[in-house]
């Protein structure tokens, strides 16, 4: 029998360092969310999936590389509780 699964921190890090791991090495800066692509009215954290945006109850701010990949539409976003989690695991440095 397998042992049982435990959900605990360490496997939540886990998948969000996963998810975010192409970011890994970044310096990012944090910057109020403002609509980058005509019509689309959110963006996702890369890590969390959790919603970044100007409506609702959705996070206003988050941390971007602060330039638009070759290849994508949006810039990369990564929320602060994400950033701050996380900035270790990926060598996330903070422009000031
Ligand atoms: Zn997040």
Redesign the pocket.
């Known amino acids: 029998m397998l042992p049982l699964l435990h959900m605990g921190e360490t496997m939540t890090d886990d998948w969000?360092v996963e998810n975010a791991q192409h970011l890994s090495g970044s310096v990012m800066v944090l910057r109020t969310w403002t609509e980058q692509v005509p019509g689309w009215d959110h963006s996702h954290?890369v890590?969390?999936?959790?919603k970044i945006s100007d409506n609702g109850s959705d996070d206003r701010e988050g941390y971007t590389t602060g330039e638009i990949a070759p290849g994508q539409r949006d810039l990369q976003w990564?929320?602060a509780?994400?950033?701050h989690e996380l900035a270790d695991a990926l060598h996330w440095v903070e422009r000031q």
């Open positions: 969000r954290c890590a969390c999936d959790g990564v929320c509780e994400c950033f």
